[in-house]
């Protein structure tokens, strides 16, 4: 073979490579990793004594393998006690369907202070009043079923409280809440849950998430003083009136979403002192008046979703604060309008261009592509050739980029096969005029 074509060949192995390596490296996290419930674990390693017997039945009883020491399972962890260890955390995902809970199983497992369902549809029981006043954390997704607002406020001591997908039988969340004294992330998602957002809590709560539940009422002012509230998340209920004036003050604050409610009124402009803030999401409410250009001196924001709401007057935002964003949407808003000396007009934002007194100019009749959408509308004065689409959407960044890289290695790959195959064929001879 001659040198030429070991290189050749090289460098089609390299390409090869490449292009594999993109094509798996590709999506940024975005699985939904459930919230690991991370009890600090003890070293495991330092001692040699075994699980308490009553608690390897009991992890037998619920179908977990114990001939391998169960303390080094992903699964559980334990203390280092002699001449038994006890469990602290345990963690039962996928669980079978004939698996259930009994409560001599739940008497010896009464060391827990974690305590995780994944996908375990299993009918609740009596919990033992040591387990149920030891628990420090409880989570259930999509897994006990008849749960009660009454059975929940018996876990007094919960610092982390998370129920997801499963439907809790309740007149209202303070049922729940009104006893744990030491909370400090609460997670009540998708659980049908009604009545008003509770006014007390424990001023270190950090996490705060009733998404997609049935609360109405307004949002309480006295949340704003938990300036430990790193999260909020209050989107898909029934919430009306306005964003409490004081919601500045909610100084940890980085994720805050309220999509998907009846809320009103404008925004405060406090809301561009909450410096930490990353993700703001106030779609699909009806917020009025015009939108604070303070918003655009946050500078960790990377989310910004103001879409379907009933904002006016001119979008205060300019092409560089918009493409500091990983996402931003503000279409649906049908009297607001961005002034086309500051917004490229590639940026296909879904509202009008401004006139010279700051009123959207009415958008063209729709394009002449059926599937062209409220989203992809500009103002036909403006619109260029849409060369590059330039339209901010989350979801679609990277996996472009790895599309792009991978078509990009196999049409080198395929252009060096058929180079190869004709360098082979002439057999070194110069073939220029092949
Ligand atoms: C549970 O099942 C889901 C899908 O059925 C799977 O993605 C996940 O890895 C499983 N988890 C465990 C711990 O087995
Ligand atoms: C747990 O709660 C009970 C009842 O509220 C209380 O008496 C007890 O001191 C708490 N236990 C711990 C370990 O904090
Ligand atoms: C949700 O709660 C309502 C009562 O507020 C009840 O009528 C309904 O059956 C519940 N939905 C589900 C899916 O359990
Ligand atoms: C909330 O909904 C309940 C019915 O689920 C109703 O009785 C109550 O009046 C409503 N409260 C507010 C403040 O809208
Ligand atoms: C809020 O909850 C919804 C539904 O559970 C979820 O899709 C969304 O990502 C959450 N937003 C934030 C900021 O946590
Ligand atoms: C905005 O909404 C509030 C509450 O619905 C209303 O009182 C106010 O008049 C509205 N303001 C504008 C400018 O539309
Ligand atoms: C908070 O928002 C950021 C930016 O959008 C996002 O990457 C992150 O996953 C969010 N965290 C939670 C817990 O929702
Ligand atoms: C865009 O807006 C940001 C924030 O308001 C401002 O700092 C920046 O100077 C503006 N850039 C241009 C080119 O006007
Ligand atoms: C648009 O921006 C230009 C330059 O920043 C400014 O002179 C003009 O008044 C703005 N137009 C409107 C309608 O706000």
Same mark, same amino acid.
């Given at each position: 073979?001659?040198?030429?074509?070991?290189?050749?060949? =090289? =460098?089609?192995?390299?390409?090869?490579?490449?292009?594999?390596?993109?094509?798996?490296?590709? /999506?940024?996290?975005?699985?939904?990793?459930?919230?690991?419930?991370?009890?600090?674990? /003890?070293?495991?390693?330092?001692?040699?004594?075994?699980?308490?017997?009553?608690?390897?039945?009991?992890?037998?009883?619920?179908? *977990?393998?114990?001939?391998?020491?169960?303390?080094?399972?992903?699964?559980?962890?334990?203390?280092?006690?002699?001449?038994?260890?006890?469990?602290? !955390? &345990?963690?039962?995902?996928?669980?079978?369907?004939?698996?259930?809970?009994?409560?001599?199983?739940?008497?010896?497992?009464?060391? &827990?202070?974690?305590?995780?369902?994944?996908?375990?549809?299993?009918? *609740?029981?009596?919990?033992?009043?040591?387990?149920?006043?030891?628990?420090?954390?409880?989570?259930?997704?999509?897994?006990?079923?008849? &749960?009660? %607002?009454?059975?929940?406020?018996?876990?007094?001591?919960?610092t982390d409280?998370?129920?997801?997908?499963?439907?809790?039988?309740?007149?209202? *969340?303070?049922?729940?809440?009104?006893?744990?004294?030491s909370l400090t992330t609460i997670t009540?998602?998708?659980?049908?849950?009604?009545?008003?957002?509770?006014?007390?809590w424990n001023p270190k709560l950090t996490h705060m998430d009733f998404?997609?539940?049935?609360?109405? %009422?307004?949002i309480p002012t006295s949340l704003t003083l938990l300036d430990s509230l790193k999260l909020l998340n209050l989107?898909?209920?029934? =919430?009306? %009136?306005?964003i409490p004036?004081s919601f500045g003050d909610l100084i940890s604050l980085q994720n805050l979403s309220l999509?998907?409610?009846?809320?009103?009124?404008?925004?405060p402009?406090s809301i561009s002192g909450l410096s930490r803030l990353t993700h703001l999401d106030?779609?699909?409410?009806?917020?009025?008046?015009?939108?604070?250009?303070?918003?655009?001196?946050m500078k960790g924001l990377k989310y910004?979703?103001?879409? +379907?709401?009933?904002?006016?007057?001119?979008?205060?935002?300019?092409?560089?604060?918009?493409?500091?964003?990983?996402?931003? +949407?503000?279409?649906?808003?049908?009297?607001?309008?961005?002034?086309? !000396?500051?917004?490229?007009?590639?940026?296909?934002?879904?509202?009008?261009?401004?006139?010279?007194?700051?009123? /959207?100019?009415?958008?063209?009749?729709?394009?002449?592509?059926?599937?062209?959408?409220?989203?992809?509308?500009?103002?036909?004065?403006?619109?260029?050739?849409?060369?590059?689409?330039?339209?901010?959407?989350?979801?679609?960044?990277?996996?472009?980029?790895?599309?792009?890289?991978?078509?990009? %290695?196999?049409?080198?790959?395929?252009?060096?096969?058929?180079?190869?195959?004709?360098?082979?064929?002439?057999?070194?001879?110069?073939?220029?005029?092949?």
């Open positions: 073979m001659s040198p030429s074509s070991t290189t050749l060949l =090289l =460098l089609l192995h390299l390409l090869l490579l490449h292009s594999a390596t993109s094509a798996t490296t590709s /999506p940024p996290s975005t699985t939904a990793s459930p919230p690991s419930t991370t009890v600090s674990p /003890p070293s495991t390693t330092t001692t040699s004594s075994t699980l308490d017997p009553k608690q390897v039945r009991a992890l037998q009883s619920l179908y *977990i393998p114990t001939t391998h020491d169960p303390c080094t399972q992903p699964s559980t962890t334990c203390d280092t006690a002699t001449p038994f260890r006890h469990l602290l !955390s &345990l963690r039962l995902t996928n669980c079978s369907d004939d698996l259930s809970l009994s409560t001599t199983a739940l008497s010896s497992l009464s060391t &827990l202070t974690s305590l995780t369902f994944i996908n375990c549809h299993l009918p *609740i029981i009596h919990f033992p009043t040591t387990l149920s006043t030891n628990l420090r954390s409880l989570t259930s997704i999509n897994s006990l079923q008849h &749960l009660s %607002g009454v059975f929940l406020s018996r876990f007094p001591n919960l409280l998370t129920i997801s997908g499963d439907n809790i039988k309740a007149s209202g *969340i303070h049922i729940i809440t009104s006893n744990m004294k009540l998602s998708g659980a049908n849950l009604t009545g008003v957002i509770p006014k007390h998404s997609s539940n049935k609360l109405n %009422g307004t989107s898909s209920n029934q =919430l009306t %009136g306005e004036s999509s998907s409610n009846s809320l009103s009124g404008s925004i402009g106030l779609s699909s409410n009806q917020f009025n008046g015009t939108i604070p250009r303070s918003i655009s001196e910004l979703n103001l879409e +379907k709401n009933n904002f006016h007057g001119v979008m205060p935002f300019n092409t560089s604060f918009i493409k500091s964003l990983v996402v931003f +949407k503000i279409n649906g808003n049908e009297n607001l309008c961005y002034n086309h !000396s500051s917004v490229l007009k590639k940026l296909k934002l879904g509202i009008a261009a401004c006139d010279k007194h700051g009123l /959207p100019i009415l958008p063209p009749p729709a394009a002449d592509e059926p599937s062209s959408s409220v989203d992809d509308m500009t103002s036909g004065d403006y619109d260029d050739d849409g060369g590059s689409d330039k339209k901010k959407d989350g979801g679609d960044h990277g996996p472009n980029k790895v599309v792009l890289g991978v078509a990009i %290695g196999l049409s080198a790959v395929v252009f060096l096969i058929i180079f190869l195959v004709i360098l082979s064929k002439c057999g070194g001879r110069c073939c220029c005029c092949c």
